[in-house]
């Protein structure tokens, strides 16, 4: 699979890119739509987008830097290079998150509020994005033998990035119906912290390029943080409603 989508005055426009902008303006567009039913401000989610948008990059693409030290202390000028590769989510979401809380309280918006409304958006947004792996022939699993393997350089293997779309999608449509059945401000956001780790714990196990803290899975450990601290925000959050 070419990931060269097509070229622009010489300049390669690759499919990764091309789904990774599907996926927030499909982001985009969901929130618009709830926001409104929210009566927030008419273009508030494109003023947070603005902002939040970039914000995630910066943090996905550092957040990758991080914990791949070992081989940009060697390559310096490496780092702004990104047509390269080199983006972790986890680190998109942090950065995206923290963008979002200092957006809500320079608009005197409520956070939770607002991160309700973003929660799906997020995870289909993700859900899409993942397909940009497929392209790249990236974020695969250790070799099997199942019927839906697909073949990396001769080798069937786990897709992976399949298996975390299908996931996300799914949670995608829990988050939704969930929305009318919420008990408290906060909710479904958290709910999203929770099912995402979820999921990206399990699938993490069967990938054989993931970013490593030591002898651990990077996002197996952030995972399970991730549950942790929005099981605390979760009680918190119930008991103060």
């Known amino acids: 699979m ?19 902008s599907i996926g927030i303006f ?12 929210e009566n927030l401000y008419e273009d508030v989610i494109l003023d947070l987008a603005l902002i939040a948008v970039p914000a995630a990059v910066v943090g996905a693409r550092l957040y990758y830097v991080i914990f791949k030290w070992d081989y940009y202390g060697q390559n310096l000028s490496h780092i702004l290079r990104m047509r390269l590769g080199g983006l972790a989510i986890h680190g998109g979401v942090i950065a995206g998150v923290l963008a979002g809380y200092l957006f809500c309280k320079y608009k005197k918006i409520s956070f939770w509020k607002l991160a309700d409304i973003c929660a799906p ?11 940009g792996n497929f392209f790249n022939q990236e974020a695969y699993g250790r070799p099997t033998d199942l019927p839906w393997a697909i073949e990396i ?76 601290g929005a099981l605390i925000f979760m009680k918190l959050l119930k008991n103060n409603k």
């Open 2 to 20: 070419d990931p060269i989508a097509f070229r622009v005055f010489g300049i390669a426009v690759a499919w990764y890119g091309i789904i990774i």
């Open 26 to 37: 499909m982001g985009i567009f969901v929130a618009t739509i709830r926001a409104k039913k």
């Open 121 to 131: 958006s997020i995870i289909l947004g993700q859900a899409i994005g993942r397909w």
């Open 153 to 228: 350089e001769g080798t069937m293997v786990h897709p992976t990035f399949l298996y975390e779309s299908i996931w996300n999608f799914g949670v995608f449509a829990f988050l939704l119906y969930y929305t009318k059945k919420k008990k408290f401000r906060g909710q479904i956001f958290l709910y999203y912290l929770i099912l995402y780790s979820i999921g990206r714990f399990f699938i993490e196990g069967l990938r054989i390029d993931s970013l490593m803290i030591g002898p651990l899975r990077t996002a197996q450990v952030i995972s399970i943080i991730t549950i942790v």
